[in-house]
């Protein structure tokens, strides 16, 4: 198991809340394959997704998802995610023609994926967020 740093009061905070072993035995990535078979991160792991949603905060997750299926029990919303969009595995075959997920819908995409992905993850804090930034001018 890997300890938390017991110096920091939000890091005690989680490891009181149950959260203990960030990697909980998992010390390589799960191939799509392996997941077909039924190979992924645990149902009974607690992740920190799981933690912060009981504290009343949305998660998401944008890119790759290695640790399970596209749906069921192994994928990134049954870990504590709200919402993911990305891919399954280490990369993607083609990065101008790749399997996007959303929330277990698989669909073709063919724009670029680095910025597909940047682009989810601004839209989804922008659509959550109740206050406007101006741009800083030089």
Do not use: M
Request: with cysteine; proline share 7%; charged share 20%.
């Amino acid at each position: 198991r890997v300890p938390f740093h017991r110096g920091h009061p939000h890091l005690r905070h989680l490891e009181a809340a149950g959260l203990r072993n960030p990697s909980d035995g998992i010390t390589d990535w799960i191939s799509p394959k392996e997941a077909e078979n039924g190979l992924g991160l645990p149902p009974r792991t607690t992740t920190w997704p799981e933690v912060l949603q009981r504290s009343g905060y949305r998660t998401a997750l944008f890119g790759k998802w290695h640790l399970g299926e596209v749906a069921g029990n192994l994928s990134p919303n049954a870990h504590g995610f709200d919402h993911f969009a990305g891919h399954l595995g280490s990369n993607v075959p083609d990065y101008f023609n790749w399997p996007r997920i959303v929330d277990g819908t698989v669909g073709q995409c063919t724009r670029y994926a680095t910025s597909q992905e940047v682009d989810d993850a601004i839209a989804w804090v922008a659509a959550r967020s109740n206050s406007t930034c101006e741009a800083i001018e030089e």
